[in-house]
């Protein structure tokens, strides 16, 4: 059955996980991993990095009331050489929690300052 639809998903313009510690999350995702602070958030509750796709990734902490602190999974980075960071991130200390080789991709994952899981991503090209 096919729906005509007003409208139609075009990418993802953000992912975003959540942060106990703002200012220590956005460290890691900055010191660690490299990626480029593109702004911060008002009262220091997140920023928003800007990654060379042009897709953003965003830390921001929760409200207890509404959003309560989870650990979250499913954002996973593209990097052009799998092998060189992990090599990197152990060498500061960073732990791989463990390393998958499917038939379309390698992936190694990690965990954050916050206890979210990320996953660091290499797909093999045909």
């Known amino acids: ?29 900055r010191d660690e991993l490299g990626l480029k602070l593109q702004s911060l958030a008002p009262d220091n509750d997140g920023g928003e990095f800007e990654l060379p796709d042009g897709s953003t990734f965003g830390l921001w902490v929760g409200s207890d009331n509404t959003t309560p602190f989870q650990p979250s999974n499913g954002v996973l980075f593209a990097v052009d050489d799998l092998d060189a960071a992990v090599k990197a991130l152990e060498a500061r200390g960073i732990k791989v929690i463990t390393r998958l080789e499917t038939p379309v991709c390698s992936m190694a994952l990690i965990h954050d300052s916050e206890g979210n899981i990320v996953t660091l991503h290499k797909r093999r090209r045909a």
């Open 1 to 29: 059955m096919s729906l005509e639809r007003p409208f139609r998903i075009t990418g993802i313009d953000r992912s975003d996980y959540m942060a106990k510690d703002p200012d220590r999350a956005i460290a890691f995702y």
